[in-house]
């Protein structure tokens, strides 16, 4: 035995003894034991089989509600995650009911246009560190695809509180530099209560409308005209 494993010889030898000690018979049995019966066997046999088939299907159908669960239970994800990872499945979970398409490496696509997004959470208020992480990113798509790009910042500020409660969610510096830079600033609570809209089947004409804001606003995003 060596950094706390049993060696394999050890180990089959534990099983062994384990097996006669609890009586049970070693090894695979011959392929003629098959056609010996024993009364009631063959019922028993069925039983288990129909017991596997039960436990295969209702491991299915567990299955597919825990994912149908966890797709929903994500957008509340938004709302009070931490890491960054965590925070941006969430975000693109809201944004794809709002009709954006996740497109790699933190960017979104819809028929209105593309954003780069980037998301910060705090127990306070988020500051300016997503601000000079999408500058970067902006800067960089300037520089080598020749173009203008559009870009959101979701602030998931204060984030063990209610949304009811959240009194001051960024920093006013991060409003500021959203207006500057013309790029969109957005709540997680405001992203959540558009997502559950938009899931309560908010008609496509306002999802639209919805879209179009998010891409052209150049500062704080406010949304609740729009669900109303």
Known sequence: ETGGHLSPA?????LEASDAMLGRVQGAPPAWLAGVTVAGLAERDAAVERARGALESAT????????????????????WAERPRAL?????RCLALLGFDPAGEGRVR???????VEAASSDGEVGMGPHYALRARLEAVIEHEQRAPRGLVVANGQRLLPPEERASVFDESLRVGAEAMRYALITAPELFFTASAALEALPP??????????????GLVELDDLLT
């Open 110 to 116: 819809a028929a209105e246009g593309e954003l780069l």
């Open 60 to 79: 299915h159908a567990l299955e597919a509600a825990e994912s149908a669960q966890a797709e929903l239970a994500v957008l509340r994800d938004v709302l």
């Open 10 to 14: 050890l180990a089959t030898a534990i």
């Open 205 to 218: 004409e306002a999802l639209a409308k919805v879209r179009l804001r998010i891409l052209t606003t150049g």
């Open 88 to 92: 941006v499945t969430a975000v693109e």
